[in-house]
């Protein structure tokens, strides 16, 4: 194998632990299939640029949480995908990214506010079932993210470029393993030290 057959065979074998990286549920650029499947493309993405947007979205100390508003956007994953193991309804990559985009837009942001209000008290945070301000905000959210998603989706497919191929492939791997692997180990270890200096565990 030369340079390039080695980079290409990695990624796919580092992405295979995360993804099922079926062909016919991916996207190819260049004639080569990405690392992984369109929904987890729209994952990673929506994930990344929701991570960019926060800042701007996040001004108020004091946040009231509405849980039925970030289950709205993940509801249209799940059912896509219950729909997709029984074999009914009409879907194709597109809407596998835009709905891996949405759940991840939106669970993003209600992870990243409960973990900066849990482990770092930045936000004071409330929960309701439904709360119009956090609508709004979430709305917002997983609208741009998913719209940028799609647009950095689409460009790629449409320049045929190989480097664009393996600059996409890496950015995916590289999120695989944060969201499955390092991420998951950070929030065990920031729940351990939670514990251990909270009043309950500390006497």
Not at 115 to 121: I, T
Not at 187 to 195: A, D, H, Q
């Amino acid at each position: 194998m030369n340079l390039i057959e080695i980079v290409v065979w990695f990624l796919y074998n580092i992405s295979s632990f995360f993804c099922h990286q079926l062909p016919e549920r991916s996207f190819f650029i260049a004639e080569y299939k990405l690392p992984v499947c369109a929904r987890c493309t729209g994952i990673y993405l929506g994930a990344f640029f929701s991570y960019l947007l926060l800042p701007f979205l996040l001004r108020n100390k004091r946040i009231r949480v509405g849980v039925l508003d970030t289950l709205i956007y993940i509801l249209p994953l799940a059912v896509d995908g219950l729909l997709q193991l029984l074999g009914l309804g009409w879907r194709n990559n597109y809407t596998r990214l835009i709905t891996g985009a949405l759940a991840a837009s939106s669970t993003a942001l209600f992870a990243v506010v409960l973990a900066l209000s849990l482990f770092f008290d930045l936000f004071k945070m409330e929960a309701a079932l439904h709360d119009s301000t956090w609508l709004k905000t979430t709305t917002k959210l997983c609208f741009i993210s998913a719209t940028l998603t799609v647009v950095v989706l689409v460009f790629s497919l449409f320049s045929g470029s190989f480097l664009v191929f393996i600059m996409l492939s890496i950015f995916l791997a590289h999120y695989a393993i944060l969201h499955n692997v390092i991420l998951p180990i950070i929030v065990v270890f920031l729940t351990v030290i939670y514990l251990l200096r909270s009043p309950t565990y500390s006497t």
